[in-house]
């Protein structure tokens, strides 16, 4: 795992003294949540005080903190340029950065379009629209599966067969049509 520990090292090390957004490989966060996973695994594995036990508690620490530094840089160089109308290149966001950052662009737009309203004496027009790919699907876990990145940036997981949880919509239609998970319908 130490490949591991040093592409996500390298990849917070660009984001912090890089200016712009930097690229990411393709299913890196997918591949830092297995990797999360497993230290957690290895740190229940070992005993508290061992040698081993404090390497791999260190070793995950280290990692989930670097992870989130990493997406909170990630996510203030996405507003910010936004704010600041500069160019993001897009082919440097992962897939769920793209979602946030369509969905941040129509925010920013409607409270551009309220402002323009209120500077021409109108009231503005608050139009309730729920936000694309939101909201939260009951599914059941047919195999076993390691913690999960959701599209909300938040880690789910990991699973075993049978369990029946909410996860985000967009993960849970995926996972469904990889036949990992089944959808359970909840009656209104």
Known sequence: MTGIYEQLLDAWRKERHGA?????????????????????????????GSLRGRIARQERENAERMLRELSSLR???IVVAELDGAAIIR????????TLHTDLKRLLSDHEDRVKSILVGRVPQVKARPLPGKGLKVVRFLQAVPAIMGIDMKTYGPFKPEDVVSIP???AENLIRRGIAKEVEIPE
């Open 20 to 48: 712009d957004i930097q690229p990411l490989p393709e299913g890196f966060f997918a591949e830092m949540t297995s990797y999360v996973s497993k230290l957690r695994e290895q740190t229940r594995m070992h005993e508290k």
């Open 75 to 77: 996510l203030r160089k």
């Open 91 to 98: 082919s440097a966001l992962t897939r769920e950065e793209k």
């Open 169 to 171: 919509a967009e993960n």
